[in-house]
Structures are given as structure tokens and as C-alpha cells.
């Protein structure tokens, strides 16, 4: 495989220590093939592999054949045969394997496409509220990376298994052929090797996976422990006694996968015993069928050298077993997050969108992310009519980004009710009602294309003239000024960083390409420092006016820039005069 | 393909390995001798084979004649098991020692490296490289490592051996083995010029499903996430073709190892054959040379095989290396010399400067000077630097320009000459958002002194205004505090942080308060606490709110450090203030 891409897109990283490894059910792993669909090619690509390792096994026998034989000293003539399929083997067998594996990758590879257009269709109702909360990130590389093993198993298990069992029965058949007792020696090595070597592996692969996964996330929490802590434990002189406490850990981890160590190689010495055995069984064999005269001493060179080469079909199927325990989580992961309820439930006859202007009323919502989950919403009041700009207080975990869901449709409502110029938006489409409503989220994505198209992305008829103009109103005038490549500078994964600020303020012109008539600002200072995000909230104000603004935030700044503030405790809307706002600025920090 | 750019041809071990990791300087050694014992076995094997197929043509079937060979080759068996087993239990153990002993060398370097380096990184990223970013050395020590030894020794012995047996078939397999590397570097090289080209393709397709599913919120937001699957198909069916472009060259590699491989065979065969057929040569020969020969090849199809091992294990490897690398100060070597005592001891800070790039100065120039037992107010807007500036007192960052002169009784000192470790012992810091162990009260406040009794952590909860906190958890001090130190207020976990610096009894309190909304009860209890230690320790605080302020004895203020400032080489001065209360001891000596 020297230097060969593997097609696994950047970014999916393996390794993910957080998320707990869901228990792996052998009925996901199906699903994860049915959601692939093979392809016929793949099936072929299986008998090219086949073809390849027989043509190898092939090579061994005729050149024995040729070599006991000429001892014989027969007529040239009586070789020609051998020495032309010699030759024929020997070159047969790269040339198929090369078409081998071009073929599978090709069927993997369209596999792939498909099984990820299927996921995707099943993530779409999902998105967002059921796409994990704070750790969405990982969550959805994760997920990608588990439709991706999809590859792993048609590439790097089914197809070996396919070929595995092809090559043992050819080569069996041309041993039982030969001599039907070194067929049994042979079919006893062959299942030792294919069979009891890989269950052996796939076992203590699982076995050690479970005791290291405890131990690994032991280790990690104290590594994140040490990595957040650091300045103090530093400037404590408790920073050693840390790392002390940390090779401990360590030792735990190191102590477990010596013991794997020891079973991986018995493993591995079982699978060469098998081999040896075998050439060792059929020799014996082959000796008492030459003296009783059953096979003559050139075809016992065929017998005694062909299991030398019969094995090397079995060389993946370890690995294949240690993958399939790894494609299994991977399955039962996928298939977990897909089975789950969708948060929102379109109506089937929805009411059409009513007319502007658009006041929105929440009236004792209550709301909740998933059933049995507490309460984070119990009975919010909330009146937005059109054009009023309202701040949302409250501190991490009070319910904010459920307030937000909420009027974004990304979550139904349990009792009370959200309506828009008098119609429950529970009535409506929720693409409709998103017609209406706007976010600007503190994720934001940032797509990797262009900056047209990450634009036009909100509006996908705007030409260039508005697509400009709304970054002047988000305030991007001078930072588009200096790009090198106008609207089609490159952004996201592969192109250019933008800062923190300057994220927000693209999803903000986003935002006012898509004009909606109600802009819910979600988080737009979080991770900015205090001048910068009073400028930010400023600007986003300033651009959005003339709509209806709910800012919803943890932070003080741009706060003095709404019309009224409430906070949101315990479940419910609370009013915040200014005056309990006020004060807590940097020194400096005010410019007015 | 990893998120990186394609580099060149890297070597097969790469020397840092060997630098940081003992345990694969022994691993190496173990594998050389298996892989000469195997060496020795596989040639045995060979003749033991051959005798089991000659004596039998020759007639010699009885059991006398074929219990010799039948021995040999089943002790052959055994050892080769054994070696097997040897061979894998030895790397895998290797494995796990090499990535303990990285883990364990990235995190002490990471300590020190510091806070200020810590915290240009992420903690998840870090604990994910720590824990399972090593994981690619298994296969790297498993099957590449073995298999490259084995390719050293095996094919040369096996030449060797048939040359002795047949000169013809041992100057075939002498003069096509070197095809094989050189074919495989020729083809790679192709290979790796055509990915190049293509890499910003592959790398935008192959991402492009990933890009699309962490987008979703934004789609559903824009109503735009029904229409993609379609997209997802186009453009994952472009990606195949343009990696199908990209794997017919690479797999041509394999395929022409191969192909080297199987038609030597073949050559030798038939040459052996038609030698055999002329009466030239004897049986048992033809197939000794017959039975090594792929032995010959076998080795290098195993590293082709583990390449990917290799190139993972080794990328893997690099990131470790990337932070190890990471040089620990501009000096290199430590600083050694002891701190001077603190409570003798003037601190002046002479245009100490902090950039962490070129085009923003974080801090400063700033000029001052903090003398023993006073109390020092450190005022500025945000950005100026104030934070910086605890970081540059506590060593954590070294100016970029400037210094920092300790001037002792016997004479001044620079900071950047004094074992960190020894000065930072005589300072107690508290930070804006002090960091709370997951472990019990008592715990956290014993990582500033070890050795303190439970009264004298009551009695520093006490100073520190934190009485009430202590009589309101369930279990005292033994109540464990959740991850982060959650179930504390930001309030509470400042007072928590005060008691440490009063446990810890050092000269010199460095205390940045909070920017975020403390409440009023809490404010005032830090300016008494402050106030509290003023007395009996020299105290520098950043304050952003007037309370502290009262009683300073002198008052630096910072104004924002940007380009223009730098620029025009301003000098960011000290602002000696009346000291209203002041004692006649404590004057401002500015």
C-alpha cells in the first residue's frame, strides 16, 4: 500500500476519549451493510482477489510440478505445459491483484457515497436539537467517522473473509484432488489459522479495548485536569506531585496492554504453528501415500509445497477480526444517535404563513430537551411585538439556548404556546416559520467554499451588489477591502482563518441576507473580550434595526443597547431593570 | 492522508524515537534478534522441506529414513511459534512502554512549558493526544518495525544460500530484488507529485460531507438541509473518481513488487527446470533454491503491506515530537540560581515588554517598581495587559523585552536568572477564575501548603471571608467539589482561592480579581482581605473596581497596549498616589 491515500476525509479523527463507547449490538452491524448497499462490484472485485492468491497457490504447484518432474528426466516436450503456466501464473497473479484492489476501493469508495447521502437524509430531521448540545463538534466527527468504517468492513473485512474462504476451498480441492488425506491435514491448519487465530484476536481486542477504555478516560480527566490547572498547580509547586499522581495512571494503562501483549502473541504463534503443522502433517502423510503407491513422488512436491502458499490468504483475517469489534461501536454509535426521536414534529396539514407584521407571544411555554428530562422552560411569558429589541439574561444552564430552540422550531413545546401574528407555530411548517425567524448562533458554521456561497447560502438569487452591501452592514466593509480574492476568497476548513469576531459578523450578514422580519442574536460576544464584543453587539443592533431583536446572552455587554432585559431563572422570564445591570465595566472598558 | 500537506519521503525510524523513547532503543535490539534466529529458521525450514519431498522420490520412504527431517522440521515448527509469539508479545509490550514513555515526557514538558504556553492550547486536544494519539505506534512497532527487519536480513541470507546451491538462481533473485525499492520509490514519487497536484481537490471533496454535517444547524436555520443529499452524492462520487485517479498509480507500486516478485519465481523455476532436465543439476537443489527464493521477496511484500503503519505511526509520533520540541526558554537551559528573599527585596520592571506576535504588543513597555510590604493597585483598560504583567511577576512568561531586576540587599538580580520553581515558592496567586481540583475542599486547599492542619485551613476560609461557604456544604471541608469546581458560585470559588493565598503564607500576593459580576458581598470581602494581608506581605492587585483601590500605597496604571503605543516608544509610567492610609513605613519609594 505504499503511499497510497487512504479516502478517509481530513479532519476525522480517530481517536475521541470523551464519548463513552456505546455497547456494540451485531444487529447494527447489518444495518451499517444495508445502509451501504453493496455493490456487484465489490463481489467481483472479491473474485479478482481470489483469482490473484489461486494464480500465486498456482505458481507453487507448477513449479514443483516442473521441478520434481524434470528430475525425471522426461522429453522437454512434457514440460512445455508446466513451463508456460509457470509463467502464465507469475504474471497473472499481480495483474489481478492490481485489478483486485482497484475494483474494491472503487465499490467501497461508491458504497461510501451512498451510505453517506442515507445518513445524512436521517440526520436532517435530527438537526440540531438532537445533534448533542455542547459537544456537537465531536459528536458529529465522530459520527462521520463512524459512517466511514462502513469502508473498513467492505474493504478490510467482508472482502477478506470472501477471499479467505474462496482460496481455502480451491486449495483444498486441488489437495483432495491429489490426495484426499493431506486434504484433512490441510482443512485442520486452515481453520486453525483462519478461524481459531482471528476469534482469539477479535477476543482479546475486545477483552483489552473494555479495561483500557476505563482506564484511558481515568488518565484523560486528570491530563485535562493538569492542562486547565496548570497555572495554579504551577504556581502552587503541586504541579509535580500532579505528574506523580498522573504516571500512576499511566503505569494502569501501560500494566494492561502488556497482559494484551502476551495474548496477541499467542495468537500470532498459533497462526504460524498452523502453517508448519501443516507442511509437517502433509509431509508425513505424503511420504505413506507414496510408499503404498497411491500418489507418485513429483505430485508429492505439490502436495507437501502448496499449503506453503494456501496460508497466506489467512494473513488479514486478524486484523479483520480486531476491526470488527471497532466497526460493531462504530455501528451501534451510528445507529444510536440515528433511531433517536426528532425533536420537532412538522404538522401534516400546515397552515399557510400569515401576513406580516409579525408579533410573536410566548405564552406559558414549557419545554423540555427529551422525555424524563427535567423541566428547563416552565412557564415562559415572553411578548415580542414587531421592531422591539429585548435582552435575555441568565446564567449558564438557566435555559437559554432552550428559550432559543424554541423559537427557532428546533424543539416543540410540551404545554403553552408560541404564536406569530396570531397562528400557533405549532401549525406551521417549521421551514415556513424560519421564513420569519432568524439566528445568528454562536456556532455559526462557516462552510469550506467561498464567501459567495457561504452567503448565498441565505439567499441563494442574491447577486453580488447584495451580497455586498450586507457586509457593509455587518460592518465587514474594511475586512472585505483587504481580502485578496473578493467574494470568492475561501473559507472554513482549507482556506482562510477568520477571528472570532470576524465569524460572527459573516453569520450576521447571513443572517440580513435572509431578512427576516425577528433576528434571535444567541451568545454573539461569547469568547470576545469586552471592548470588542460591546463593539460587535453595537454593530449588530445598529444593522438589524427596524426588526424585532431577542439578544441572548451571559454577558453585560451591549446590554445598555436593548429596550428591556429579562432574566431567565428557574424556568421563567424574569423583568431586569437597567439599574441591576449597570456597573461591573472594566476601568476603561466603557467608551461612552 | 492527514490534514497536513504531503511531505517528503521520511525515514523509516525516525531518530527522535530513539532520542526520547529508551524503550525503543532496546525494541530495536530484541527485534534484530528475532529476526536472525527467524533468519537462521527459515533457511532450516527450507532444507528440512526438501529432504521431506527428495527422500520419498528417491524412494526412501521408510520411517528411518524420514524420521531425521520429520524432527528437524517439527523442532523448526516449534521455534518458529515461539519466535512468533516472542516476536509479537516483544512489540506489543515495546508499544506500550514507547507511548508510556512519551505520554509521560509530553506532559512533563508541557508543565514546563507553562501556563502561557498551556494556554495557547487546548486541554481536549491535549488529553486526546496524550491518551489515544499515540495509539498509532502499535502498528508501527507490531508489524512495520518487525517486518523492516526481517526485509534487512532475509533476503540477503537467502541470496547467499541459493548462490551457494545454484550461482544462476542467485544472481536472478541478487539482481531483481533491488528492482523492487527502486521500483517502489520511482512509482511513489509519481504518486506522490500526482496527490500534490491534486491535494487541495481531495482534501476540499473528501471534507466536504464532514463541512456539511457540522453545518447542519446553519442549513436548517437557512432551510437549505433537505437539498444536500444530493450534493453529498455528487460530490462524494467526484472524490472517488479523483482518489481512483490517485490509487491507479499508487497501486501500481504493489503491483509491480509483486510482479518482480511472482516472475522471478517463475524465472527461477523454469531456469532450474530446464537445468535439472539437462542432468546439471540434483533434485534436492532445485528445490531448496524452489522453496527459498519467495522467502527472498516475502519480506519486502510485508513492509509494501506496512507502509501505511509506518507513515501513521511516524505522523503520530510527530505530534508528540511537535510539542516536546517545543524549546522551554530562549536560553535553553534552566535557570538555576536561588530567589532572593522577597521580603527584602525591591521588584523594578525596567520597559518590560510582552508580544506574542509582531504586529500587537500584549503589555507594555511598562516601567515600576514594587517594594516589600507594599500594597500595589494595578488599573488599565482591557487588553493593556494587566493579567500579563502577574504572569511576567510569577515567571510564567518571560519579556520579550525589558527585564525585571530584583534588588536585593546583596545587589540586583535579573528574574530571568532565578530557578523559577524556588521563586515561584515564595508567592501566592490569585487568578481571575481559580482553577478547583475535583477532589474535597480540604485537598484543594492543602495543593498550597501540604502540610496545613484542618484548623489552620478553617482558620484561612475564616480570613478569606469564606465562613459561610464552609457551615453551608453538607460535609465541611471533606465536601468534594464538582468537575471545575461547579456548585460554587464565582464568588465562592474566589474566596476559596483567597484562603490558599492566605495558607500559603508567602511574601509576595499576587491577586487578579474577577472582571465578571462578583457579587457586592464578595467584593467587599476580597478588598478586606486584601487589606488583611496588606499589613504583613507586599500585595499587588488588579483592580477593576474602586473598593480595591482604597488604601494603595502606589497605583500602576497600563493603558492599552497597541501598535501607536509601541510605536512611539512611550514610556507606560508609574503614578505614585498619596497613600491615605498609608503607614510612615510604607511611603511610596518611587
Redesign the interface.
Known amino acids: 500500500?505504499?503511499?497510497?491515500?487512504?479516502?478517509?476525509?481530513?479532519?476525522?479523527?480517530?481517536?475521541?476519549?470523551?464519548r463513552p463507547p456505546a455497547t456494540a449490538r451485531p444487529g447494527d452491524t447489518r444495518r451499517l451493510l444495508a445502509t451501504a448497499r453493496p455493490t456487484a462490484r465489490l463481489g467481483v472485485g472479491a473474485l479478482a482477489g481470489a483469482a490473484a492468491l489461486l494464480a500465486?497457490v498456482g505458481?507453487?504447484a507448477?513449479?514443483?510440478w516442473?521441478?520434481?518432474?524434470?528430475?525425471q528426466?522426461?522429453g522437454?516436450l512434457t514440460?512445455t505445459v508446466?513451463?508456460v503456466a509457470?509463467?502464465f501464473?507469475?504474471?497473472a497473479?499481480?495483474?489481478l491483484?492490481?485489478l483486485e484492489?482497484?475494483l474494491s476501493?472503487?465499490a467501497a469508495?461508491?458504497v461510501?457515497?451512498?451510505a453517506?447521502?442515507r445518513v445524512?437524509?436521517r440526520?436532517?430531521p435530527l438537526?440540531?436539537a438532537r445533534?448533542g448540545g455542547q459537544r456537537?463538534?465531536?459528536l458529529?466527527?465522530r459520527?462521520?467517522a463512524d459512517?466511514d468504517s462502513v469502508q473498513d468492513l467492505q474493504l478490510r473485512i467482508l472482502e477478506p473473509v470472501a477471499v479467505a474462504v474462496l482460496v481455502s476451498a480451491g486449495c483444498l480441492g486441488l489437495v483432495a484432488w491429489l490426495l484426499p488425506s493431506a486434504a484433512v491435514v490441510l482443512g485442520v491448519g486452515l481453520l486453525l489459522a483462519g478461524v481459531a487465530a482471528p476469534l482469539a484476536a477479535g477476543a482479546t481486542a475486545r477483552a483489552s479495548e473494555a479495561r483500557l477504555a476505563g482506564a484511558?478516560a481515568r488518565?484523560?480527566?486528570e491530563?485535562?485536569?493538569?492542562?486547565?490547572?496548570?497555572?495554579?498547580?504551577?504556581?502552587?509547586?503541586?504541579?509535580p506531585?500532579r505528574?506523580a499522581r498522573?504516571?500512576e495512571r499511566?503505569?494502569e494503562?501501560?500494566r494492561i496492554?502488556?497482559r494484551?501483549?502476551?495474548a496477541?502473541?499467542?495468537?500470532?504463534?498459533?497462526?504460524?504453528?498452523a502453517v508448519?503443522?501443516t507442511?509437517?502433517g502433509s509431509?508425513?502423510v505424503?511420504?505413506?501415500a507414496?510408499?503404498s503407491g497411491r500418489i507418485s513422488?513429483?505430485l508429492?512436491?505439490v502436495v507437501?509445497?502448496v499449503p506453503?502458499a494456501a496460508f497466506e490468504c489467512l494473513a488479514p483475517l486478524p486484523q479483520a477480526a480486531v476491526l470488527l469489534t471497532r466497526v460493531r461501536r462504530s455501528a451501534a454509535r451510528l445507529f444510536e444517535l440515528l433511531d433517536a426521536t426528532p425533536a420537532v414534529h412538522a404538522p401534516a396539514a400546515p397552515v399557510p404563513l400569515p401576513e406580516a407584521p409579525y408579533p410573536l407571544l410566548l405564552r406559558g411555554v414549557r419545554a423540555r430537551w427529551t422525555e424524563g428530562a427535567p423541566l428547563v422552560l416552565d412557564g415562559v411569558d415572553l411578548d415580542l411585538p414587531p421592531g422591539r429589541r429585548v435582552g435575555i439574561v441568565g446564567a449558564s444552564g438557566a435555559g437559554k439556548s432552550t428559550l432559543v430552540a424554541v423559537l427557532?422550531r428546533?424543539l416543540d413545546v410540551e404545554a403553552g404556546q408560541v404564536s406569530l401574528a396570531g397562528v400557533d407555530t405549532a401549525e406551521l411548517d417549521p421551514?415556513e416559520l424560519?421564513?420569519v425567524v432568524?439566528?445568528v448562533?454562536d456556532?455559526?458554521?462557516i462552510?469550506?467554499s467561498t464567501l459567495r456561497e457561504n452567503l448565498r447560502?441565505?439567499r441563494p438569487v442574491a447577486g453580488d451588489a447584495e451580497l455586498l452591501a450586507a457586509l457593509r452592514r455587518a460592518h465587514l466593509g474594511g475586512w472585505y477591502a483587504g481580502l485578496p480574492a473578493g467574494l470568492d476568497t475561501w473559507l472554513?476548513?482549507?482556506g482562510s482563518q477568520l477571528s472570532g469576531g470576524e465569524c460572527r459578523r459573516v453569520a450576521l450578514a447571513?443572517a440580513l441576507l435572509?431578512n427576516t422580519p425577528v433576528l434571535v442574536l444567541d451568545e454573539p460576544t461569547e469568547g470576545l473580550?469586552?471592548?470588542t464584543a460591546r463593539a460587535l453587539v453595537a454593530d449588530l443592533l445598529d444593522a438589524a434595526s427596524g426588526r424585532t431583536v431577542v439578544l441572548v446572552t451571559h454577558r453585560?455587554e451591549g446590554l445598555d443597547l436593548v429596550e428591556e432585559i429579562h432574566q431567565l431563572r428557574a424556568g421563567r422570564l424574569w423583568p431586569v431593570s437597567r439599574r441591576e445591570m449597570g456597573?461591573?465595566f472594566?476601568?476603561?472598558?466603557r467608551d461612552r | 492522508m492527514s490534514r497536513a500537506e504531503p511531505r517528503g519521503r521520511a525515514s523509516p525510524v525516525d531518530p527522535r524515537l530513539l532520542r526520547y523513547a529508551a524503550g525503543a532503543r532496546r525494541h530495536l535490539l530484541v527485534a534484530a534478534g528475532i529476526g536472525v534466529a527467524t533468519t537462521l529458521l527459515v533457511l532450516v525450514q527450507a532444507f528440512a522441506v526438501t529432504e521431506l519431498v527428495v527422500r520419498p522420490f528417491a524412494g526412501q520412504t521408510g520411517s528411518a529414513a524420514l524420521r531425521g527431517p520429520l524432527l528437524l522440521l517439527a523442532v523448526v515448527v516449534a521455534c518458529r511459534a515461539g519466535l512468533a509469539v516472542a516476536g509479537e508479545v516483544a512489540a506489543h509490550r515495546a508499544a506500550a512502554t514507547v507511548k508510556s514513555e512519551l505520554r509521560r515526557g509530553l506532559l512533563a514538558h508541557v508543565v514546563a512549558l507553562g501556563p502561557s504556553w498551556l494556554g495557547r492550547q487546548r486541554a481536549g486536544e491535549l488529553a486526546t493526544l496524550v491518551t489515544r494519539g499515540t495509539d498509532a505506534l502499535d502498528g508501527y512497532f507490531a508489524r512495520y518495525l518487525p517486518a523492516l527487519v526481517t526485509a534487512a536480513l532475509v533476503p540477503a541470507a537467502v541470496v547467499a544460500v541459493v548462490s551457494t546451491q545454484n550461482p544462476l538462481s542467485g544472481l536472478i533473485v541478487a539482481a531483481t530484488l533491488p528492482l523492487v525499492p527502486v521500483f517502489a520509490v520511482l512509482v511513489g514519487m509519481a504518486t506522490r507529485a500526482r496527490t500534490a497536484r491534486q491535494w487541495h481537490t481531495l482534501a476540499a471533496l473528501g471534507g466536504h460531507f464532514l463541512d456539511v454535517v457540522e453545518g447542519l444547524p446553519t442549513l436548517v436555520v437557512f432551510r437549505r438541509a433537505k437539498a444536500q443529499a444530493a450534493t453529498i452524492r455528487e460530490v462524494s462520487d467526484s472524490h472517488r473518481r479523483a482518489t481512483m485517479s490517485t490509487l491507479r498509480l499508487a497501486f501500481l507500486s504493489s503491483a509491480v513488487l509483486e510482479l518482480v516478485a511472482t516472475l522471478s519465481v517463475a524465472l527461477v523455476a523454469v531456469s532450474i527446470g530446464l537445468r535439472l532436465l539437462g542432468g546439471g543439476l540434483d533434485l534436492r537443489t532445485g528445490l531448496v533454491v524452489l522453496v527459498l527464493t519467495p522467502e527472498a521477496y516475502w519480506p519486502l511484500r510485508q513492509v509494501g503491506a506496512h507502509f501505511h503503519d509506518s507513515v501513521e505511526g511516524l505522523a503520530a509520533a510527530r505530534e508528540v515530537f511537535a510539542v516536546l520540541d517545543t524549546p522551554l526558554s530562549p536560553g535553553g537551559a534552566r535557570p538555576a540560581r536561588p530567589a532572593p528573599d522577597l521580603r527584602r527585596t525591591t521588584i523594578r520592571l525596567q520597559g518590560v515588554q510582552v508580544r506574542y506576535d509582531r504586529a500587537k504588543a500584549a503589555l507594555g513597555p511598562v516601567e515600576a517598581s514594587i517594594a516589600p510590604g507594599e500594597l500595589v493597585g494595578l488599573v488599565g483598560p482591557s487588553g493593556s495587559g494587566k493579567s500579563t504583567l502577574l504572569a511576567v511577576l510569577l515567571g510564567f512568561l518571560a519579556p520579550t523585552a525589558g527585564r525585571v531586576v530584583l534588588e536585593t540587599p546583596d545587589g540586583p538580580v535579573d528574574l530571568a536568572e532565578v530557578d523559577p520553581d524556588d521563586w515561584r515558592a515564595q508567592i501566592a496567586w490569585v487568578p481571575q477564575q481559580p482553577w478547583l481540583a475535583p477532589a474535597s475542599l480540604a485537598e484543594n486547599l492543602r495543593l498550597a501548603r501540604a502540610q496545613a492542619s484542618d484548623d489552620e485551613l478553617v482558620e484561612a476560609l475564616t480570613q478569606a471571608g469564606a465562613g459561610p461557604l464552609l457551615a453551608r456544604l453538607p460535609d465541611g471541608l471533606g465536601t468534594v467539589l464538582g468537575e471545575r469546581g461547579a456548585g460554587l458560585s464565582a464568588g465562592e470559588r474566589q474566596r476559596v482561592a483567597l484562603a490558599r493565598a492566605f495558607l500559603r503564607r508567602a511574601p509576595l500576593v499576587l491577586l487578579d480579581e474577577a472582571s465578571a459580576h462578583l457579587d457586592e458581598g464578595t467584593e467587599s470581602v476580597v478588598a478586606a482581605a486584601v487589606r488583611g494581608l496588606a499589613g504583613r506581605h507586599t500585595v499587588v492587585v488588579v483592580a477593576h473596581r474602586p473598593a480595591l483601590l482604597q488604601g494603595v500605597d502606589r497605583l500602576v496604571v497600563l493603558s492599552a497596549a497597541d501598535p501607536a503605543a509601541a510605536r512611539t516608544g512611550a514610556v507606560r509610567g508609574e503614578r505614585a498616589e498619596p497613600a491615605p492610609g498609608g503607614g510612615p513605613d510604607r511611603g511610596a519609594a518611587a
Open positions: 500500500m505504499s503511499s497510497a491515500p487512504n479516502p478517509r476525509p481530513p479532519g476525522a479523527r480517530p481517536g475521541d476519549t470523551r500465486g505458481l507453487t507448477t513449479a514443483a516442473l521441478i520434481a518432474r524434470a528430475a528426466a522426461p522437454v514440460l508446466a513451463i509457470v509463467r501464473f507469475g504474471i497473479r499481480p495483474v491483484r492490481y484492489r482497484l476501493h472503487d469508495l461508491r461510501l457515497a451512498e453517506r447521502a445524512y437524509d440526520l436532517v438537526a440540531p445533534l456537537r463538534g465531536d458529529l466527527a459520527l462521520v459512517v484511558r488518565l484523560s480527566t491530563v485535562v485536569d493538569l492542562v486547565r490547572g496548570a497555572g495554579d498547580l504551577i504556581a502552587m509547586g503541586a504541579a506531585a505528574l498522573i504516571g499511566d503505569l494503562l501501560t496492554a502488556h494484551a501483549a502476551l496477541a502473541g499467542l495468537g500470532a504463534g498459533l497462526a504460524s504453528l508448519g503443522a507442511v509437517w509431509a508425513l505424503g511420504a505413506g507414496v510408499r513422488g513429483v508429492l512436491a507437501v509445497l506453503l427557532l428546533f421551514d424560519r421564513r432568524g439566528l448562533a456556532d455559526a458554521h462552510f469550506g447560502l441565505a472554513g476548513e482549507g447571513r435572509a473580550d469586552g471592548q453585560p456597573g461591573g472594566p476601568v476603561g472598558g
